[in-house]
């Protein structure tokens, strides 16, 4: 049997199956993006369910696992040289995408224009819409200077804009469908639940409002997208 007990965090969240993969995670725009990549690449793995809570993402537990209390993270027991373990979203689903050889391209060229879009949801349109949440659902709603809304709100329709004008004339923002699509679309959607849709002039884009639709379509998608269940 596989052992994992090198890794501390499966002390608080124990592996029923050590010999598959480990999810650590909760279904946030950054969390189901590993969900997603893991039931399209077929991969076998069991979720556990970290909330966003401080007695979850700061005890020790998994602070060893990701010393930046951020979820996702995973373990592979079937990494390249042993067990691994993995945070930052974005790291995970390059190293998925790598291991199965699925989602990145076909070559060198197709592999760096999903890395470029896959860093641009990282760099920019996921910390930006994040931030415009923040100001306009959260804490910072009750903040009177309107300049923090105003500047991540232009933010956001400035990023839209680069989507809308990228999914002219094809399905998926980097030609194939790819790990890029995964990172991109959840955060998209995620307007939905900041009640920003209509802030940002959502209803009138063409290409977005067709591709976040056609995203969540895929089975794959529909079946990842509340894993782990936090119910």
Known sequence: MTDLSDFPITTRWPAKDPSVIQLFSYPTPNGVKISIALEEMGLAYEPHLV??????????????????????????????????????????????????????????TQKAHITQWLMFQMGGLGPMLGQMGFFYKFAGKDIPDDRPRERYRDEAIRLLAVVEKQLDG??????EYSIADMAIAPWINALEFYGTKDVVGYHDLKNVPAYVERFFARPAVDTARRIPDPS
Do not use: C, H, M
């Open 51 to 108: 909330t966003l809570s401080d007695a979850d993402v700061k005890s020790d537990a998994f602070l060893s696992l990701n010393p930046n209390n951020k979820i996702p993270a995973i373990i592979d027991p079937n990494g390249p040289d042993g067990p691994i373990g993995i945070f930052e979203s974005g790291a995970i689903l390059l190293y998925l995408s790598e291991k199965t050889g699925r989602f990145i391209g076909n070559t060198a």
């Open 170 to 175: 094809q399905d998926w923002i980097a030609g």
